[in-house]
Each structure stands twice: as structure tokens, then as C-alpha cells.
């Protein structure tokens, strides 16, 4: 799981942070979440799986890596 939050999506309502403290944070002054560290173990992972499941607007979503791209 990789987390990132479309900040054109993201309405600043704050349950994304109640529901995976460890992983988001909301930014001052209104400017939405940001994740502050990838999931890591089950604990965080289920907590981000439910702050995405919570998530009002679809802004907090899971990505997946780049790291592909180099492996031919
Ligand atoms: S739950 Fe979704 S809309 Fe609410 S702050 Fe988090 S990312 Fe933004």
C-alpha cells in the first residue's frame, strides 16, 4: 500500500487523521491532509485501509510505486 491524497478531491474534513494518526496529518490552515508516513505492519495498514474507506470525497487513495518501471 502506498498512500497519497489528491488535494484537488480532499475537502479538510479530518477523518482520514482521526482514523490512521500515525500515517496523516492535516496541514495548517485548511489545506487538507497529507500523509505523513506510509503504512507499515498490519496495524497502520487496516487503520489507512479504514481512514480511505471514511474518506467523504475520495481524495485519500491507494497508489501504486514507480518501482516497476525500471525493472526491465
Ligand atoms: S478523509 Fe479524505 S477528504 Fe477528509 S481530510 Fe482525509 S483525504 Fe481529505
Redesign the pocket.
Known sequence: MYLE?DED?????????ERAPEN?E?KPDSG??RVIKQPIGESERANCTE?MD???????KAATPKAEESAA
Not at 478531491?9 to 487523521?17: A, K, Q, R, S
Not at 471514511?54 to 485519500?60: A, D, F, K, Q, T
Open positions: 491524497v478531491l480532499c475537502t479538510d474534513c479530518g477523518l482520514c487523521e496523516l492535516m487538507g491532509a481512514a471514511y474518506c467523504p470525497s475520495g481524495g485519500l
